[in-house]
């Protein structure tokens, strides 16, 4: 069945680095991919999204690209921020479905 | 101001006591969705509803009911609570494609 595997949390990072976390998928067709952002205490938000293979999705210097050969949608950004802690969660879903598969989550902290 | 409110946001309760956690939308979207949150385990759906007086299992609905009598209204109903179904809890909603989901900022369920 389709599934999404995220990186084993929590990533911890100095101010200014560099982030990656990594996200693949099973899928039996073509879905479109999402990374959905929970900061503390409140509900996922959507950061950005991708419908189509080689697509990029980006948003508040977030990046990520659909990358069929792979079967991933890797989250970057080139300098995090303290705001950018959160948990982050890689999902997909059908057009023609009615449900949307998550992954697991990344806790992300940054430090000052 | 678009938005999904729940409510409570917190609950603390005993096993077999029978417990709503309502769920509202202003969006007129036709989908809605309710999650479970677990560490480690990401979002789980639990059901989901396509429009008004149509609704459908997700993952993991055992233990779980729901009804969808008004557009903008989709309660959860757990009928004879149990300590598995302590929890964290999220409503979403979408405009039926299921891209973008809105998410309730969650309810923490507690059951003893």
């Known amino acids: 069945g389709d599934s999404v595997t995220q990186m084993e949390g929590p990533v911890t990072l100095s101010e200014e680095a560099f982030l990656t976390i990594n996200c693949t998928y099973t899928?039996?067709?073509?879905?479109?991919l999402f990374w959905y952002v929970q900061y503390p205490g409140e509900g996922l938000q959507l950061l950005l999204k991708?419908?189509?293979?080689?697509d990029k999705g980006s948003n508040k210097g977030f990046e990520a690209t659909y990358r069929k050969e792979t079967t991933s949608f890797h989250l970057e950004k080139g300098s995090v921020q303290v705001s950018d802690s959160a948990v982050y969660f890689c999902?997909?879903?059908?057009?023609?479905?009615?449900?949307?598969?998550f992954g697991s989550g990344t806790r992300l902290s940054i430090r000052p | 101001e678009a938005q999904v409110t729940q409510n409570p946001r917190y609950l603390i309760t005993v096993t077999g006591k029978k417990l709503t956690v309502t769920c509202s939308q202003n969006?007129?979207?036709?989908?809605m969705s309710w999650y479970r949150q677990d560490p480690g385990l990401g979002l789980r759906q639990i059901y989901y509803?396509?429009?008004?007086?149509?609704?459908d299992k997700g993952d993991v609905p055992e233990g779980y009911k729901v009804s969808r009598k008004e557009k903008r209204n989709f309660p959860l109903i757990l009928e004879s609570p149990s300590p598995n179904q302590t929890s964290l809890y999220f409503c979403?909603?979408?405009?039926?494609?299921?891209?973008?989901?809105?998410f309730g900022p969650g309810t923490r369920l507690t059951v003893t």
């Open positions: 979403a909603s979408s405009d039926g494609t299921g891209y973008e989901q809105y």
């Open positions: 899928a039996t067709g073509y879905p479109s």
């Open positions: 991708a419908t189509k293979a080689d």
């Open positions: 999902a997909l879903v059908y057009s023609s479905a009615s449900k949307i598969i």
């Open positions: 969006m007129n979207h036709e989908y």
């Open positions: 509803s396509m429009n008004v007086e149509v609704t």
